[in-house]
């Protein structure tokens, strides 16, 4: 619950004059069938027209100034409401980016959208609710008795037996529908991902003629909505009825007791009208009393999972402490690295070796060796589990997550680009750089030949995901992104599954002929990718099984070599050679 | 609001006029009912003239009609309730069915077209709101209109005089509410698209967190997302204070209602024309005339969105189907594999020609291979054989059968596919290995699966064959995805193959395993294979060379390194590294 406190900051003079101009209007609202019985019982009674035009002014005067407080209310709510979202979802979003990957891999990148959307949402409307309603329905509600038990006690009882029935009747509904609202929520998002995957599976369904079934399959999870639907209409649509049946029974009663009393001239008519209007302004604050509640639940469970996600301890951490640059003999070491994405299943062991600067460095293996795990290290969006990375000689937890990030340029195995353009997303590690860098770095990449064609060059526009640019360009535009940066490490992962092999090989020639200063981990499942690095790292289930060159690999590495001969690249001419 | 759409909702209920019929008349019974209370309070309160004056047993019978009206009217509304609910949810689970069978009729190219989010938030939300919206509408449209009518004429019998004060008085509030609605329409679309873009824009950013640590990127990234947040607040605040204030303002007139009927009825009281209880009957129906005033600017903005959002259910159910299967359109049982394509004419857009006068002949057992750099339009091909999409001139023929006059479903059936992008449904393994057989024993799946190299891996899942995969398949790695679907069409045992690389997402070593088991099922079958693996291609009978979506040469292996041209090339560059 902190987070309502620290987001509330600035706004606590909305919060509490909010409520205060909404009692007010409650109070104002309370004195009208007062006034109303003045007229009956004195005004009508002593046929004096004075004073019924008397009243009937005081009765303006309580509209207009009733009106007034309730706007002012509304005001101050919105002020506070949409002030307070706006920061709780400021606080959120940066938090959300401060996780690490194990901790969004855990939570869900869906839920973590949601969370930020809806549930900042909901308690924003939960603070606008509390400032609009939370003092005015239970004032109302109480009040109408405290006034009704002013004007006669005995009578008054009645509201003592109709009040409780009717918040039993009200809570009787909610506990049965409340959950199947859940439900009812659970099999729309069953449709949407029913809809979702017919339409991306669109050939395969068609391919084996199963239209009808999947059309069936839809149909039993619609059915099943609405027959939710409909069963939990048949409680709610209880709701106004039955209240309504207590509230007009009280109002029996009232009339039937009204007479007696009356009858021995111990009340007088405006009274029971007056005592009769109570009972119906109790009954409308109890049902708008029930639906804040609902809704109060609903930002609850929400605060609750606010809560939940900001506690949340993002497990990576710079040092705060610069760090001295100095030049140690290896650039890049692992020592003895363990890791697992799930405690107790390694994904990489015993990973050792050391990489000098400037030279050409190789992995291969097929899916799931390991490979991209290596770049998720080295970047440090996880932490090893055992061992440790050095980076010029230094242990890269030592540095702070800026500094060892700035000297990486990374090209990661799934292309995405941001909206914006070209620029905005070739200068996305490296703000400042000029239209030479950009061009230089596109040349290298082998995208400047495309960007060149499009009429606004490099300030051509991105949808999101890079959407309007083919995978080949994408995954260019990719690597022009790492080489902006003007990396000392330079990551490629699969960066060239997409690309031709004739663009493949003009890339990997220009970026030798470029980076020489640069060192360069290349990742790749192609050997005709990796077969010219300096050295050569080949990777099987987690563990590195062979290093060496190219040539020496071929003769000592079984499994180097398999990799090889499926790929069809030594044959009689490579032999030859 | 467009007649139109209502005309179409209304017939779209049409199945439920029974409970339609009975929602109305339970309506009007309620409302009646309604109204009759206040004058019986009305009068109960006369009953109560003074001290030993009550006379109870008129009071008695007043309490008893009372007493009825009470519960006719409290159970008239709850039938009204459930046969609008009924009505509602069913009619949008027609439209939303009738959505549903419009996706799966239409070509591809509509599929291809348009944003898949856009067709599932119309399934899903719009025909949601098209439910919601009917219930609010109707609940509160049907007994509303009915208490406007009948409180007027209750009104007008009563006493004309003070009844014509209320009339005066009540456009207030439809003025007022008409100012709120039209303040609050543009500040409303304004927030819709500022939620919208702050949305779009954190997804962006959540999904490509990576990115944003690996580039330093947070602060340019944060400083973004201030700028839209400040922008969703400023236009929310607004939007909600103007919607919020329609409540004050509407009891606001309300109270002035009340209180000129107070002033005027108790003038009228004192000059003898009207009772206490008369008054009070007044009172109680100032209120509830002005009620539904109130309500019918809120209901008309339901039934708007409700009505904007049927538009766009109409809007995927009216879409064009593929043509149908012509009436003498055969099935036939075998299929020799014997393809030709003859003065082929595509194109996806008019304005921009693809293919042009395609020709190929493929014998029984063939094997084609289809080549070229990314994004050549392989699956363009694909598209043509499969019938996802129909050639603009030309003819393809299968065993001399033109394809046209084929049923989709036999035509499609005589293919095995692969595709790149690999797809499973959210169920079993075992339902997905079936998915082209569902009647397929147990027996035959496990086979297929061995077949395909699966059977090794689906044992280690923690339910083996009943194992439910997730959605998008996020509980298995691409290459086990890939293995499950040549699973699939290896118990389908189709008679020509068509494979999108295939097995690039495999890991080399499994890669070995699939191939094996590929070749020994491309033996004797036409199979066209769209492959960057040089080792496929050397075998194939035809190499299609595709670049820009066009076919650029057609040959053997042998025929196409001699010509010396773009596939020499192509060949060439994979070992031109130094």
């Known amino acids: 619950m902190k987070l309502l406190f620290t987001n509330c900051k600035g706004y606590y003079r909305q919060l509490v004059l909010g409520p205060v101009f909404k009692l007010f209007e409650a109070v104002l609202e309370l004195l009208v069938p007062l006034l109303m019985a003045n007229i009956i019982d004195i005004g009508i009674q002593n046929n004096d027209s004075a004073y019924v035009l008397k009243q009937g002014g005081l009765l303006l005067l309580l509209a207009v100034l009733g009106a007034a407080a309730a706007i002012t209310c509304q005001y101050y709510a919105s002020v506070a409401a949409f002030g307070f979202g706006a920061s709780l979802r400021k606080q959120v979003f940066r938090h959300i980016m401060s996780l690490s990957g194990r901790e969004v891999d855990q939570i869900g990148t869906g839920s973590l959208i949601t969370r930020i959307t809806n549930d900042v949402n909901q308690v924003q409307n939960g603070v606008n609710m509390f400032i609009r309603l939370a003092t005015r329905a239970p004032f109302l509600a109480i009040g109408s008795i405290v006034m009704a038990f002013r004007i006669n006690a005995e009578i008054a009882l009645i509201f003592l037996i109709s009040t409780p029935l009717i918040i039993a009747v009200l809570y009787w509904i909610m506990k049965h529908t409340l959950p199947d609202y859940a439900n009812i929520q659970k099999s729309q998002d069953k449709l949407g991902a029913l809809s979702g995957e017919n339409l991306e599976g669109a050939r395969v369904i068609r391919a084996f003629s199963r239209q009808e079934s999947e059309k069936e399959g839809f149909n039993q999870a619609g059915d099943l909505l609405s027959s939710i639907t409909i069963r939990v209409g048949k409680i709610s649509a209880a709701l106004n009825p039955l209240t309504y049946f207590i509230a007009n029974v009280g109002i029996l009663a009232l009339l039937w007791y009204g007479a007696k009393y009356a009858n021995r001239g111990l009340i007088l008519s405006g009274d029971v009208f007056a005592m009769v209007n109570y009972m119906t302004q109790t009954l409308l604050a109890l049902i708008v009393l029930a639906n804040l509640i609902v809704q109060f639940t609903r930002a609850v469970a929400s605060t609750k999972r606010l809560s939940a996600l900001l506690e949340i301890e993002p497990c990576i951490q710079g040092n705060s402490v610069p760090k001295q640059k100095e030049e140690a003999p290896a650039f890049l070491t692992f020592e003895s690295v363990d890791f697992g994405y799930i405690d107790g299943r390694n994904a990489l062991t015993n990973i050792d070796f050391s990489i000098k600067k400037g030279k050409t460095i190789g992995f291969i293996g097929g899916t799931g060796c390991g490979k991209t795990t290596l770049a998720n290290l080295i970047l440090r969006f996880y932490d090893v589990t055992a061992g440790r990375i050095l980076l010029n000689g230094q242990d890269i937890r030592s540095y702070s997550l800026e500094e060892l990030r700035k000297t990486i340029g990374y090209v990661p195995q799934n292309v995405n680009l941001f909206f914006g353009t070209i620029r905005i997303n070739l200068c996305l590690g490296n703000p400042q750089a000029d239209d030479t860098t950009l061009w230089q770095a596109l040349r290298i990449a082998q995208g400047e030949e495309f960007v060149r064609s499009k009429p606004q060059g490099l300030d051509t526009p991105v949808e999101e995901g890079g959407k309007n640019f083919s995978g080949g360009q994408r995954q260019r535009l990719t690597i022009a992104r790492a080489l902006a940066k003007k990396p000392e490490l330079l990551i490629l992962d699969d960066s060239s599954s997409a690309l031709d092999f004739a663009t493949d090989a003009a890339l990997r020639k220009a970026l030798r002929e470029n980076t020489n200063n640069t060192t360069v981990l290349l990742i790749s499942q192609r050997a005709s990718t990796i077969k010219n690095a300096d050295c050569i790292f080949v990777m099987d289930e987690g563990r590195i099984v062979g290093r060496g060159t190219h040539q020496e690999l071929l003769t000592n590495c079984a499994v180097y070599r398999e990799i090889c001969i499926s790929q069809k690249l030594i044959d009689t001419k490579e032999d030859a050679r | ?578």
Request: glycine share 6%; charged share 15%; hydrophobic share 45%.
């Open chain 2, 1 to 578: 609001m467009n007649p139109s759409i209502l005309k179409r909702i209304f017939q779209a209920m049409r199945p439920y006029k029974g409970n339609l019929l009975l929602g109305c008349c339970s309506a009007l019974l309620q409302v009646l009912f309604t109204l009759i209370t206040p004058v019986l309070i009305g009068q109960g309160i006369d009953c109560l003239v003074g001290k030993n004056q009550v006379d109870f047993s008129q009071l008695t019978i007043i309490l008893m009609e009372m007493a009825g009206c009470i519960v006719l009217a409290s159970a008239f509304q709850w039938v009204m309730n459930v046969c609008i609910r009924k009505i509602s949810a069913l009619t949008a689970q027609d439209m939303r069915q009738q959505a549903f069978a419009s996706l799966n009729s239409v070509p591809l190219s509509t599929i291809d077209q348009t944003p898949h989010g856009d067709f599932v938030s119309r399934l899903v939300n719009d025909a949601d709101a098209v439910s919601e919206g009917l219930l609010q509408g109707l609940t509160q449209l049907l007994p509303g209109t009915a208490t406007i009518l009948g409180v007027l004429v209750i009104m007008f019998c009563l006493n004309p005089f003070i009844a014509l004060v209320v009339v005066l008085v009540t456009p207030l509030s439809i003025l007022f509410a008409k100012f709120v609605a039209s303040r609050t329409h543009t500040l409303f679309r304004k927030q819709a698209t500022a939620q919208g873009e702050l949305s779009a824009y954190v997804n962006e950013m959540v999904g490509g967190q990576s990115l944003v640590k690996a580039f330093g990127y947070e602060e340019s990234c944060f400083e973004r997302f201030d700028k839209i947040n400040e922008s969703l607040q400023t236009s929310s605040l607004w939007a909600v204070f103007y919607s919020a204030a329609a409540n004050p303002g509407t009891r606001f007139v309300n109270n002035i209602v009340y209180a000129c009927v107070g002033v005027f009825g108790g003038l009228a009281a004192i000059q003898g024309a009207l009772s206490v209880g008369t008054l009070s009957a007044f009172l109680t129906y100032a209120n509830q005339y002005t009620k539904p005033f109130n309500e019918v600017t809120s209901v008309l903005t339901q039934l708007q969105t409700a009505l904007a959002s049927a538009q766009r259910l109409f809007w995927v159910i009216d879409l064009e189907a593929e043509p149908q299967d012509s009436t003498d359109a055969i099935a036939p049982s075998h299929c020799n594999g014997l393809v030709e394509i003859e003065h082929v004419n595509f194109s996806y857009r008019k304005d921009i020609p693809l293919i042009q006068d395609f020709n190929l002949t493929v014998k029984p057992g063939q094997r084609v291979a289809i080549v070229g750099p990314t994004g050549c339009g392989k699956t363009t091909l694909i598209n043509l054989l499969m019938r996802f999409y129909d050639v603009d001139s030309g003819e393809i023929r299968i065993d001399g059968t033109p394809i046209r006059q084929l049923k989709r479903s036999a035509l499609r059936s005589m293919y095995g596919m692969v595709l790149q992008e690999t797809w499973l449904k959210n169920a079993t393994v075992r339902e997905n290995i079936a998915y082209g057989k569902p009647n397929a024993t147990m027996e035959e799946i496990v086979q297929a699966a061995k077949a395909a190299h699966a059977h090794n891996f689906i044992q280690r899942l923690s339910d083996g064959y009943d194992t439910i995969i997730a959605p998008g398949g996020g509980n298995l790695s691409a290459g086990q995805k890939q293995l499950l679907c040549i699973a699939r069409i290896l118990l389908c045992r189709p008679q020509m193959l068509i494979l999108d690389e295939a097995t690039s997402n495999i890991d080399t070593r499994t890669e070995m395993l699939v191939q094996a088991a590929f070749e020994k099922l491309m033996e004797g079958r036409t199979s066209f294979v769209v492959a960057h693996r040089l080792s496929t291609i050397q075998t194939a009978n035809i190499i299609l060379v595709m670049n820009a979506g066009q076919i650029v040469e057609q040959g053997t292996h042998a025929e196409l390194l001699a010509r010396g041209g773009f596939y020499a090339n192509l060949y060439n560059s994979q070992f031109a590294v130094q």
